[in-house]
Structures are given as structure tokens and as C-alpha cells.
């Protein structure tokens, strides 16, 4: 055939042989592919994208009798059943016969596993036709990234029976990892809510098969029921802020640290300090003060801190140690085992002449937080409105990208 025309023509183009597939999970893994080439380019609404195309497919090639364009129509309708004229797509008589079982799979397991820090989870959950006519048994693994609130990654494959005896293997053999039943209600209310930020990324991770699996995953997690709605978590009151720190500077890990004999000028950097770590935990999605890992620790250390906050000496000195003492403190509450814990431990210890080099250079500051520590440099009291307008007119041109 010539160069397609549209992009409906150059799917179905791509779709030609589709009839010719053995099983309906096989078209079904094609079509998700064809269609993760939309999900992709999309700038942003990515799962919108993936339906608007849908429907406009399903409209443009609604005369196309051929068994690949009655076929792929079918495969795209139960991949994507609410695109406008899903629902009243038909097999035609040049499909092949397991087209009547496409999207036709029941539940058969679900589980979840994932490190102990609270980093990642992943949910793995296993499927089967009812019909063994439309396919293999398989197994769909979705990983979560809780620093970024996404959905990471996705596989689909099999045989789903040894998937599971894999993952089984490497969380049983490794102490910081843990696995788990699940409940596919919290499967398909987690997943989906991750995919929510996903789908909205103007940036795709830049590994994995999650472009090409997500219709794919998002017809398997329609199949799941649903969970009643849970409260999104508020953030913690300054009543709240106040009992956990104090019942920090009580812990053996305060003391571990000398945090809790701090007191005169110290006094304000190690309330300030822990301020900090309070609110760099509220900025994350699932935002809990007492998840700290390596990760985390590094996110706040190397990164959060110089492009949110201004330091003086006193504070840039007295930080990594309170870091150390709190993350102690939550590893010990929330019941991580030592390895973990003295890896946190560790991990900060190592990070410190970076975060001292990072706070020295001020190469990741935020304009604005430049800003307000070059003021604190010139020795501008910021309560006094005189002096504050006086400096920022004198230094407009550092604060502003006009040239002038």
C-alpha cells in the first residue's frame, strides 16, 4: 500500500495482520501497543488522548469491512470501552472467532510487595479468559513510585504462575522488601490514582513499558471492583507539628544526637530545622513525616532544602545530624528493621560534604530563595518596609530578567 494518509490509516496499516493472531490476549497486547504510540506523543490528558483517538478511529473506519479493520475496531472498543461508539462495536463475520473473547478475563489472584521504606510498591495481579479460547493466563505488575506519585511502570506477561514464584523468591530472600495478598479493591484504587498523575505528565519515565501496556492495564484494572472513596490524609495541624517534635526531642534518638540538650541561640535553628523535615514530608502525595529512606533523604539533603529554604551557618551545621536523629526516631516507630534503619543512617552521613558543598556554591537555590539570602548577605532586616523596598529597587535588575 502507499504512505498512509491519516493516522487512522497508518494504524490500520500497522493492524494489518491482526486477524491473523492466535488468541484475543495477543491482539489485545498489539492493540495496547498501537495505541501507546498516542499515549506517548500526548502532551498532557494522555488517557484522553488514547480515548478522543479511539472514537475518532472507531468513527473514520466505520466502513472498513476487512478482517483487520473489523478486528481492530473490536480490540480498541474493549481496551477502551467508554470512547464515544465503544459500545456498539460488533464482531463482523470476517473476525476471527476468539474476537468474541477479547476483554473477557476474572480475576484469579492479587498481591502487592515493595521495600520496606515505603519507596515503591508494586501490585501484581493475575488474569484468565473465561473462555480458554482467548488466551493464556497472564499477569499484570504495576509499580508505583510514592516520592514522584506516579505510575512508573507496567509488565504484562506470563506464565503468570512463575511470576509469582519469582517474586515470591526475591522478597523472601531479602529483608527489606515484603509481600503481601491484596485486595484488588486497593489494587485498582491505588493504581488508578497514580495513573491520574501519570497520565497528566508532560514527561514519560524513560524506561519500562508503560506507554505501551496502559490501555492494556486500564481494561484489567476495569475488571477489579471498586473501593469505597477514602479521605485524602490533611496535612498535620501546628497542634499536631507540635506533639510529634516534642515527642521527638523525648526519644533516645534526640538524645543519641545531643538534640535534646539544645537550647539558647541553637534553640531557634533546631525548631527551624525540624520545621524543614516537617514540611518537605507534606510536599510529597502520600505525605507522611515518619517515611524517610535513603532516597528521601537525599531528595530533602541534596535538593528540597536549597531550592526552599535559606540557611544560616547555625542551621546548614545543625541539619544533617537532626535529619539523622529524626530519621532514626521514624525508622524505630514505624518498625523497620536494623538493616534498614542504619542504611538511612549511613546514607546521610555520606551525603553531608555534598549538601555542604551544595550550600556553600548556592547552585540549586530557587530565584527566589537567592534572592532572600543575598538580602540576609546585605544585612537587610526583611521586618522593616523601608529598608526591604530600598534593596529591592536597588537590586531590580538581579530580580527581574530585563536587561535594564
Known amino acids: 500500500m502507499g504512505t498512509p494518509q491519516t493516522p487512522y490509516d497508518a494504524v490500520l496499516h500497522a493492524a494489518r495482520d491482526v486477524a491473523k493472531l492466535d488468541n484475543a490476549l495477543d491482539a489485545e497486547m498489539l492493540g495496547a501497543a498501537l495505541l501507546g504510540s498516542v499515549y506517548s506523543v500526548a502532551e498532557t490528558?494522555?488517557?484522553?488522548?488514547?480515548?478522543?483517538?479511539?472514537?475518532?478511529?472507531?468513527?473514520?473506519?466505520?466502513?472498513?469491512?476487512?478482517?483487520?479493520?473489523?478486528?481492530?475496531?473490536?480490540?480498541?472498543?474493549?481496551?477502551?470501552?467508554?470512547?464515544?461508539?465503544?459500545?456498539?462495536?460488533?464482531?463482523?463475520?470476517?473476525?476471527?472467532?476468539?474476537?468474541a473473547q477479547l476483554g473477557r478475563v476474572r480475576l484469579t489472584g492479587c498481591w502487592s510487595y515493595g521495600d520496606v521504606y515505603g519507596d515503591q510498591t508494586s501490585y501484581l495481579a493475575t488474569f484468565a479468559y473465561d473462555d480458554p479460547a482467548g488466551g493464556s493466563p497472564h499477569a499484570v505488575v504495576t509499580l508505583l513510585d510514592h516520592n514522584i506519585g506516579i505510575t512508573k511502570d507496567v509488565f504484562v506477561g506470563g506464565p503468570p504462575d512463575r511470576i509469582l514464584d519469582q517474586v515470591r523468591q526475591m522478597c523472601s530472600g531479602d529483608e527489606l522488601t515484603w509481600f503481601r495478598d491484596e485486595t484488588p479493591a486497593r489494587m485498582r484504587a491505588e493504581v488508578t490514582r497514580h495513573l491520574a498523575i501519570t497520565d497528566a505528565l508532560t514527561e514519560l519515565p524513560g524506561e519500562g513499558s508503560l506507554a505501551t501496556d496502559r490501555a492494556l492495564?486500564?481494561?484489567?484494572?476495569?475488571?477489579?471492583?471498586?473501593?469505597?472513596?477514602?479521605?485524602?490524609?490533611?496535612?498535620?495541624?501546628?497542634?499536631?507539628?507540635?506533639?510529634?517534635?516534642?515527642?521527638?526531642?523525648?526519644?533516645p534518638e534526640a538524645a543519641r544526637f545531643g538534640l535534646d540538650a539544645i537550647d539558647g541561640a541553637e534553640l531557634a535553628s533546631l525548631h527551624f530545622c525540624l520545621s524543614l523535615l516537617l514540611d518537605h514530608a507534606a510536599s510529597f502525595p502520600d505525605a507522611d513525616p515518619m517515611r524517610w529512606s535513603p532516597t528521601v533523604a537525599g531528595l530533602f539533603l541534596l535538593d528540597w532544602v536549597h531550592r526552599r529554604a535559606v540557611l544560616d551557618m547555625d542551621d546548614a551545621a545543625l541539619l544533617p545530624r537532626v535529619l539523622r536523629g529524626w530519621?532514626?526516631?521514624?525508622a524505630r516507630k514505624r518498625g523497620l528493621p536494623e538493616q534498614a534503619a542504619a542504611q538511612i543512617d549511613t546514607a546521610i552521613e555520606e551525603m553531608v560534604p555534598e549538601f555542604a558543598r551544595l550550600y556553600s556554591t548556592g547552585e540549586r537555590r530557587s530565584p527566589a530563595t537567592a534572592a532572600v539570602a543575598q538580602l540576609m548577605a546585605d544585612g537587610v532586616d526583611p521586618d522593616d518596609p523601608a529598608a526591604l523596598d530600598a534593596w529591592i529597587e536597588a537590586n531590580r535588575h538581579r530580580l527581574t530578567d530585563d536587561p535594564a
Open 217 to 251: 492495564l486500564g481494561a484489567r484494572l476495569a475488571r477489579l471492583p471498586q473501593a469505597a472513596p477514602t479521605p485524602t490524609a490533611e496535612p498535620l495541624s501546628a497542634a499536631e507539628r507540635t506533639d510529634l517534635v516534642r515527642r521527638f526531642l523525648a526519644s
Open 327 to 330: 530519621a532514626g526516631y521514624a
Open 45 to 99: 490528558e494522555r488517557d484522553a488522548a488514547v480515548r478522543d483517538f479511539v472514537a475518532g478511529f472507531l468513527a473514520a473506519t466505520s466502513r472498513r469491512r476487512s478482517a483487520a479493520a473489523t478486528t481492530i475496531r473490536s480490540v480498541f472498543a474493549a481496551l477502551v470501552p467508554d470512547a464515544e461508539g465503544a459500545g456498539r462495536i460488533r464482531p463482523g463475520a470476517a473476525t476471527p472467532p476468539w474476537a
